[in-house]
């Protein structure tokens, strides 16, 4: 099984961690593994995937997406 050693880590973020594992119940390793889990598993490539997806507060309801945008017209004089 792959290892990975994360050197130089904020001291704070380690308090964090070592809080959020406790609250969990679970090891800092296994807090990490469910933290790194997690993220692969929500990540969205798509730009426009994740930027419909927090228009609609993360749910899974359809966004309708108009054709074309209102906007005003820019004037450089």
């Given at each position: 099984?792959?290892?990975?050693?994360?050197?130089?880590?904020d001291e704070s973020v380690h308090q964090?961690?070592?809080?959020?594992?406790?609250?969990?119940?679970?090891?800092?390793?296994?807090?990490?593994?469910?933290?790194?889990?997690?993220?692969?598993?929500?990540?969205?490539?798509?730009?426009?995937?994740?930027?419909?997806?927090?228009?609609?507060?993360?749910?899974?309801?359809?966004?309708?997406?108009?054709?074309?945008?209102?906007?005003?017209h820019a004037d450089f004089q």
């Open positions: 099984m792959p290892r990975l050693l994360v050197r130089d880590l964090w961690l070592r809080e959020r594992s406790a609250r969990h119940n679970r090891s800092m390793e296994s807090e990490v593994r469910a933290i790194l889990s997690t993220a692969r598993s929500t990540e969205v490539e798509d730009p426009v995937g994740r930027i419909l997806t927090e228009m609609a507060g993360g749910g899974t309801e359809p966004v309708e997406v108009p054709d074309q945008f209102e906007h005003e």
